[in-house]
């Protein structure tokens, strides 16, 4: 099954004066959310119309709707967030997006008191209701939580993948996450969910005192000490088939267009290679 390359709607913060910027050479595949408001979701909409291109959603669709909260509340109640969900699936299933994906399961960090096998297979139901019922593909995005807390993708790990497999939801790794999340162990826990990965985030990381930001992948910063080796995950994700490959660096350190397209460049190539050794 062949791979994609898409682009977040993350290279331009969803500013919708720079949609255009998302429409790479080559690339007809736009990931994106948070849109200001209906006008400039319908602004997108056009603009996908008239370049055929396709497009998935990262919830949530408006800016200040819920991200993190389908397990414990960190803007809003879970049960807000999960009546935003579905409203915005059922949406999206009537305007052709490709899939819906959400931040689930996300824990802001380890309780004595959580039982996470249990609050993964309640939210997991919860999700395959709402998949069946707007016949739209959903895809799980585990994430750090507060203070880079790696407890919700550790927690994942330890799901079983057969209870998972029952509720047909695909997954989305964020490589920039599990490296911080696991550092050299990080091909262990993306390996074990070979089978339903359908999204990769990819992105470098680049630190900056408590803070991180997302900056490009770029072949310049594989073995660099500075920055985090993707190299042998993108292969193995490529050699995967099937997987949506979705540069996700944001413009915080103003990256230029050549270096940008470089990066782009290297990890075409990567993917190119991992195809012909398929065949």
């Excluded at 910027?21 to 200001?36: A, C, H, K, S, T």
């Excluded at 249990?118 to 919860?126: A, D, T």
């Excluded at 585990?142 to 919700?152: A, C, E, Q, V, Y």
Aim: hydrophobic share 35%.
């Amino acid at each position: 099954m062949k791979n994609r390359l898409s682009v977040s709607g993350s290279t331009i913060m969803s500013d919708p004066a720079q949609f255009e910027r998302l429409f790479w050479d080559g690339i007809v595949n736009i990931e994106i959310g948070e849109f200001d408001d209906q006008s400039s979701l319908g602004r997108f909409l056009k603009l996908c119309k008239e370049r055929n291109a396709n497009f998935g959603i990262h919830s949530p669709l408006f800016r200040n709707g819920s991200k993190y909260d389908l397990i414990e509340k960190v803007q809003m109640k879970p049960e807000d967030a999960w009546v935003q969900f579905e409203k915005e699936a059922e949406k999206l299933s009537r305007l052709g997006a490709e899939y819906i994906l959400v931040h689930f399961p996300y824990f802001k960090s380890k309780k004595a008191e959580y039982k996470p096998n249990s609050l993964i297979e309640k939210g997991l139901k919860r999700l395959n209701t709402i998949q069946e019922k707007y016949g739209l593909p959903i895809v799980c995005e585990p994430k750090l939580g507060l203070h880079r807390s790696p407890d919700g993708i550790r927690y994942l790990h330890q799901f079983p993948e057969e209870t998972w497999k029952q509720y047909g939801l695909k997954l989305c790794i964020d490589i920039g996450d599990y490296l911080i999340a696991t550092g050299k162990h990080a091909m262990d826990y993306i390996t074990k969910w070979e089978k339903h990965i359908h999204v990769a985030h990819i992105h470098n990381v680049a630190f900056m005192g408590d803070k991180y930001i997302w900056t490009p992948v770029h072949p310049s910063y594989e073995n660099n000490l500075k920055h985090y080796e993707l190299e042998p995950i993108l292969r193995y994700l490529a050699g995967i088939g099937g997987i949506r490959f979705v540069f996700e660096h944001t413009p915080h350190m103003t990256p230029s267009d050549a270096f940008v397209a470089e990066g782009y460049e290297w990890v075409k190539g990567i993917i190119d290679d991992e195809a012909c050794r398929a065949r």
